[in-house]
């Protein structure tokens, strides 16, 4: 299942809000500097959608507007 993700890095708390079907916003307190924010939306969306990190591939890794996939078994 491929989903669209806002991301907005620097934020006062980690927080997943479901905007519409297969879109969503994610705040996070990692800043976007060398990946680090790409690893914090991978965890925190392996929570969400309870699957395992390596189920959850970041088709865009630049930018606030990703493209997630997300391997259900």
Same mark, same amino acid.
């Given at each position: 299942?491929?989903?669209?993700?806002?991301?907005?890095?620097? %934020?006062?708390?980690?927080?997943?809000?479901? #905007? &519409?079907? @297969?879109?969503?916003? &994610?705040? #996070?307190?990692?800043? &976007?500097?060398?990946?680090? &924010?790409? #690893?914090?939306?991978? *965890?925190?969306? %392996?929570?969400? @959608?309870?699957? %395992?990190?390596?189920?959850? #591939? !970041?088709?865009? *890794?630049?930018?606030?507007? *990703?493209?997630?996939?997300? !391997?259900?078994?």
């Amino acid at each position: 299942m491929n989903i669209k993700v806002i991301v907005k890095p620097n %934020s006062k708390e980690n927080q997943i809000v479901k #905007l &519409a079907d @297969f879109e969503y916003l &994610a705040n #996070l307190v990692q800043r &976007a500097e060398k990946g680090k &924010a790409n #690893l914090l939306l991978i *965890k925190i969306l %392996s929570k969400c @959608f309870r699957v %395992s990190n390596k189920n959850v #591939l !970041l088709k865009t *890794k630049k930018g606030h507007k *990703k493209i997630v996939e997300i !391997l259900t078994e």
